[in-house]
Every structure is written in C-alpha cells, then in structure tokens.
C-alpha cells in the first residue's frame, strides 16, 4: 500500500514538471526559424545567434532571434569611412525589408502553431525579433523590435480560411 502511494505520489510530482508542448517540437520551430532567416537570398539578413524558443504555462510560447537586416560592415582598417551615400543606400535597403521580414514572421508563426501540437489552441504563438544597427547608420523608420502574438486557434483558422495572417496577429513596433 505504502509503495502505491509513494507510486502515485511521484507520478504527480514529475507530471507536474512535464510541459504541454515538447523540447523536440520546439527545437524543430527554432531550426525553421534559423533557416528561413539564413536563406540564401539576394540581401539577406544577418543572423546574430540563433533563435530561441520558451514555453510559458497559460500563455503559450515565444519565440526570439536577433538580426542584422542587412549585411552592413562597420568601419575597419581596411575601410575607414562610409559615405553619407552608402548610409543612405542602407537606410533604403532596410526600409524595404522591413515588410518582407513581417511577412516571413507570420508565416513562420503559421509554421508554428502547425508543428507544436502540445500546445492549446487557445494559447499563443509569440515571436520576437531585434534588430541589429550599427551607431552610424541612420535609425529613422526602422524599428529596433518587432513584436507579433496570436492564438493558435486562430492562426489555425486563418490558414483554413484563406484569411489574411495579419488579421490575427497583434503586431508592435518599438
């Protein structure tokens, strides 16, 4: 009797500890994430780490990655200066991604709520990304952060119902 008790007792203890959605699934979103945001394009970003993936009881999972939107180098010893030119060509440059990368976002957000099956549909699918700029380049338009949250419910509904994803998605720049 006393061993099925210590039995039960310990069942409860570890199912206690056990998250809803699994290291692996959320593994699988971080290497996505990685990936998309490595592709081999024209411009592509600078990935300055890679992504990681929390789950939060109650609330659901958030997913961070910081970048550069552009390879940019600074100044070095074998170039010194930067050219108010090329300043304004980045400038331009990133202003122009700026919409790519919300849209690579959400569709990886879609990505997500596909691939976590632990996690309820209720629960949100969050993503976090930072960016990167160096102190010369001209900050004005670009956000530093860009926020997006959403149920998974609702992104699920979405994606069935042909929606537009940013009618779901609660998006924040800062």
Do not use: W
């Not at 939107?69 to 108010?84: A, E, G, Q, R």
């Not at 001209?138 to 537009?164: C, V, W, Y």
Request: negative net charge.
């Amino acid at each position: 009797m006393k061993a099925l008790l210590l039995v039960a007792l310990a069942t409860l203890c570890f199912a206690g500890t056990e998250s809803a959605v699994s290291r692996k699934s959320m593994q699988a979103v971080e290497d996505n994430l990685n990936d998309a945001f490595r592709a081999n394009a024209p411009d592509p970003y600078n990935l300055l780490g890679t992504a990681r993936g929390s789950y939060i009881p109650g609330y659901g999972t958030l997913f961070t990655v910081e970048l550069q939107l552009l390879f940019v180098m600074p100044p070095n010893p074998f170039k010194h200066d930067i050219s108010p030119q090329e300043i304004d060509s980045i400038h331009e440059r990133k202003l122009k991604k700026i919409p790519v990368l919300k849209e690579a976002m959400r569709n990886q957000m879609l990505n997500a709520s596909r691939t976590m099956d632990g996690l309820p549909l209720n629960e949100h699918v969050a993503m976090e990304v930072i960016l990167f700029s160096f102190s010369f380049e001209n900050p004005k338009g670009l956000p530093q952060r860009i926020f997006m949250t959403a149920e998974k419910g609702k992104l699920l509904d979405a994606q069935s119902n042909h929606a537009d994803l940013s009618t779901v998605i609660q998006e924040q720049d800062q």
